[in-house]
Each structure stands twice: as C-alpha cells, then as structure tokens.
T-cell receptor
C-alpha cells in the first residue's frame, strides 16, 4: 500500500531551526511536495523534490533521499507566523497521477 | 492571475440530501483534483480531472462523483449525505497531470446534520 509518516506535533522556539521529517512507502514515486497550511486556510505550496538532494528556498529547505524513502523540511530563523501544519505529499504514477498526503505535522512556534 | 475559487465556502445539509460543490481553476490550468480533509484522516484524494475526463479516483464510495466542463471548471457531487461526510473539501488545479505544483482553493466547509 501507499503510506506516508510524519510526526503529529512539534514545538520550537522563535529564531531557532526545526526539521520536520517524512518517511514514505509508495510505488510509482514521481516527486515529493511540502505544503504549509494555517488553521482554517488552504494548503500553500512550499517545495518540490524529485531528485535526491537539498532544495533551498529562503528560510525553507527540503531534502530528499529516494533510496531511503525519506524527506525533511528545514525551517530556519523561525517566526511566530510559521506556526502551522506542514504536509508531506508524494505524487505517484500508479494508475495515473495521484498525490498522497501525510496527516501533517502541526508546528507550534513559541516566543 | 486569479487563484483557484470554490463555491460555496460553507454549506450545511442534513443526512440523505445531496450537494454540489464547484471549483474554478487558475486560468490556463486544465487539471483539477479534489480532496477531502478531516481532522482524523488528513487530506484524502477523491479524484482528478483533465480535459473533461476523470483520470484517477481515490477510495471513496460511488456517492462521490464529479465532472469537468470544457472551460476546465469542475463540480463534485455527493449524494445521500452521511454525517461522516462533514469535512473541508479542497480543490486544486495544475497545468496538467503530473505537473509539479498544485494550487489549492480555499475549500468548501460542508457540515452534515
């Protein structure tokens, strides 16, 4: 089956660095996404990895290891506004394109 | 460029009724996917449409259906509503199947009483 695991909740301090891990077991891997979702709002795209390695975009970086079925999202210089849920999602090509989402990691940033 | 729009934003129905939700993708986007989001299950894939054809379907009962029009706008329908159908229904658009980024609409919050 297709499965994505990520921690349910994390807490970090303003100004710090936090790493949110995601492991997946899927067939037909075709890319991994990270989305941010504030409470009551729609998910917004953060990053996309299809090849192994690190993608950096400002304060946010995402890493992928396809052989290990592992990704992480790194958030630097945390701000209060980063308090949100972070969704790891994998696109698979079995039976057409489909994006499978993890349950999300709720991040609390404290002062 | 206008984002993905969904109507209505909020809906209250009773068990046994049916509901139709609408999604207008970003201009130029031809692929529309629908998701159900609940606190316990997270985001669950419902179906994807491209060029008026359903390309993929998730594990939902036949009460959930959808369609796409020639202008890429999409509707989803849920018949014989159940209490468990209460959820946030999200629509996402992309240029085509397999494109790297999906853009989500604000969602329709459906409450079934």
């Amino acid at each position: 089956g297709q499965n994505i695991d990520q921690p349910t909740e994390m807490t970090a301090t303003e100004g710090a660095i936090v790493q949110i891990n995601c492991t997946y077991q899927t067939s037909g891997f075709n890319g991994l996404f990270w989305y941010q979702q504030h409470a009551g709002e729609a998910p917004t795209f953060l990053s996309y990895n299809v090849l192994d390695g690190l993608e950096e975009k400002g304060r946010f970086s995402s890493f992928l290891s396809r052989s290990k079925g592992y990704s992480y999202l790194l958030l630097k210089e945390l701000q209060m506004k980063d308090s949100a849920s972070y969704l790891c999602a994998v696109r698979v090509t079995t039976g057409g394109f489909k994006t499978i989402f993890g349950a999300g990691t709720r991040l609390f940033v404290k002062a | 460029k206008a984002g993905v729009t969904q109507t209505p934003r909020y809906l209250i129905k009773t068990r046994g009724q049916q509901v139709t939700l609408s999604c207008s993708p970003i201009s130029g986007h031809r692929s529309v996917s629908w998701y159900q989001q609940t606190p316990g299950q997270g985001l669950q894939f419902l179906f994807e449409y491209f060029s008026e054809t359903q390309r993929n379907k998730g594990n939902f009962p036949g009460r959930f259906s959808g369609r796409q029009f020639s202008n890429s706008r999409s509707e989803m329908n849920v018949s014989t509503l159940e209490l468990g159908d209460s959820a946030l229904y999200l629509c996402a658009s992309s240029r085509g199947p397999g494109e790297d980024t999906q853009y989500f609409g604000p969602g329709t919050r459906l409450t079934v009483l």
